[in-house]
């Protein structure tokens, strides 16, 4: 029988605790005496869903998480909020009721992603793989590029493609992500005009629809 959401939550939790305690970034945090720790989703989780997924968690001297969210705070993420007409015109969510699934590349945190270091990507990756592979999402949105560097240097990625906007400056990517579709969007945060990002996201969303057959 296959495990319940909650279930597999808690042994994922237990799990990312034990990665994080083996982590560089948990030594630098202790010298520095404070307390960043980890999570694993802002969202409950639902099989086959999509999944949303930013670098890392931000925020200090927060305490670990116990428990699944219940994802209600999640209209507040600015980028969530930046993006919500694409997400909820194009991508079929639903923001409020929560039909989607949210968490982050790397699984620990810190006030600032610079303070992860590539070990710290690489003992978070096999938990971020087995989250993918437990919700066997129909597609993986990264919101901002940085995400697929990283999966990059790994060798996660393949069949990578570019989409640019109109000037060719700045992209959106779809490819695989081991067996899962995956798509990235320019960063809200990105300096770009909204012509641009409006044509980014309409070539990744046709690029999703067509591969997921939506």
């Known amino acids: 029988m296959d495990k319940s959401p909650n279930k597999f939550f808690d042994e994922l939790l237990m799990a990312t ?5 083996k982590s560089p970034v948990y030594q630098k945090q202790l010298k520095l005496h404070k307390e960043w720790n980890y999570a694993v989703c802002a969202t409950p989780i639902i099989k086959a869903k999509g999944v949303i997924f930013g670098i890392n968690w931000g925020g200090e001297n927060i305490s670990a998480q ?3 969210p219940d994802g209600t705070d999640i209209s507040k993420y600015h980028f969530i909020k930046q ?3 694409f997400l909820e015109e194009n991508w079929g969510l639903n923001i409020s009721t929560i039909n989607f699934n949210y968490t982050n590349l790397c699984f620990f945190r810190t006030p600032k992603e610079r303070y992860l ?3 710290d990507y690489e003992l978070s990756l096999s938990l971020f793989k087995e989250y993918i592979s437990y919700i066997k999402p129909p597609w993986i949105l990264s919101i901002g590029g940085k ?10 990625l393949k069949n990578i493609k570019w989409h640019f906007d ?7 990517h779809s490819g695989q992500l081991w067996d899962w579709n995956i798509f990235s969007v320019s960063h809200p ?4 005009t909204s012509e641009a990002r409006q044509t980014i996201w309409e070539i990744v969303t046709a690029e ?3 591969t997921t057959n939506r």
Request: glycine share 8%.
């Open 166 to 172: 109109k000037q060719g400056k700045f992209k959106g």
């Open 208 to 210: 999703m629809k067509n």
């Open 117 to 119: 270091s590539p070990d």
């Open 147 to 156: 995400n697929l560097k990283v999966l990059n240097r790994f060798g996660a």
């Open 66 to 68: 116990t428990k699944m």
């Open 17 to 21: 605790e034990k990665q994080f305690k």
């Open 83 to 85: 993006s919500r007409q």
């Open 189 to 192: 945060s990105a300096r770009l």
